[in-house]
């Protein structure tokens, strides 16, 4: 009798107790907009704001309507010009090549390893491209940040860190976010903090900060946030930054308040889950799983093994097998884009050069979303049905060579 797995790949916990009568309090009094405050209130939106930037230690915070909006906010607030290039991992999710063309600039990709982070020699090679790197802290892991930041400051090149899925995540004790310029969050469903949709971007640098503020529609009531530099730095760019609005409301920040203070932990259950995976598919024939490094703290919000050099119609069988099995695996090397699964190659818009090293890592890729609703034996389940499904198809795969 082979073992089935009946959980659900996309059901996240629920909103803590604390965080719904938060937001039925926000619901009683009727203020929803950020702005709209009663006497002496701070209101959700801005001690959020607050909050999230002692989480990080960064200056400033501002809280957006999704992480897309804060990458294109970040983009325009640091300078960046219809027809620029920006520079951007080709392993990531269809918002980052989007928030990039929304400014009307263009993307300039970069391979990808097979550690499934951004090539450092190919981002050398193409610093002259650009002067803004995008960096894209994909399924949540993290480069050599040391070396990045390095060849970033040689070649003048300004990094917004996209941490989706790294909130929470640190490199070498600095908090993902905090090595470039800007730092962008999600706050939508599937990340490590839930309020449906929403975005977060933080910077220690105040003119930076105060277009951002201007960009997200803050009219002239920027004086209302917490974690927003002076009205001095204001001054030369309330008249000259347009209002595209894509404030948070005070109900998504009631909702996230409470699971920042407990984010923390969650993120350790997450790594928890992550590490009972790999030990369960860690030596299994054919299959290669990503060795994390030492200087990563990384959160295990998401599951990524390789199937190296396996034929299409396999590494499909496999996918098959365990599906039948109730074990969802999103394959990145289909040949067309399904459900978040797109390629670089399929963002047509951004007119993308072929990257045969990460067309090679993509055609191996599988990858799996983590739910904290997983318990630890449920995680051991799933990578007892892959190992067997891998193992099932893998003399298949060898003898096809
Ligand atoms: C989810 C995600 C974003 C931002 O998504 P929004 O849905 O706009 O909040 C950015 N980058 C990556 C890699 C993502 O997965």
Redesign the pocket.
Known sequence: MSEIFKGSFTQQEPIPEDGISAALEVMRHGRLHRYNLGPGEAGEVALLEQEFAGFVGAAYCLAVT??????AAALRAVGVRSGDGVLSNAF??A??PGAIAGVGAEPVFVEVTGDLTIDLDDLAAKAGRARVLLL?H??GHVCDMDRLMEICRRADLTVIE?C??TMGAYWRGVPSGRHGLVG?Y???T??HMNSG???LLVTDDPEIMARAVMLSGSYMLYGRHLAAPGAEAFEAVRYETPNMSGRMDNLRAAVLRPQLRDLNRQCDRWTERYRVLEAGLRGTPGLRIIERPEAERFVGSSFQMLLPDWDGAAVDAVVARCAARGVELKWFGAPEPVA?TSRYDSWRYALPEPLPQTDRVLAGLLDMRVPLTFSLEDCALIARIIRAEVSAVYPGAAAAE
Not at 66 to 71: E, L, P
């Open positions: 999704s992480g897309g909006y804060a990458m990531t999710l918002p980052v894209s994909m399924r996209d989706a899925h962008c999600s706050t939508q599937y990340k949709e929403g975005g978040f």
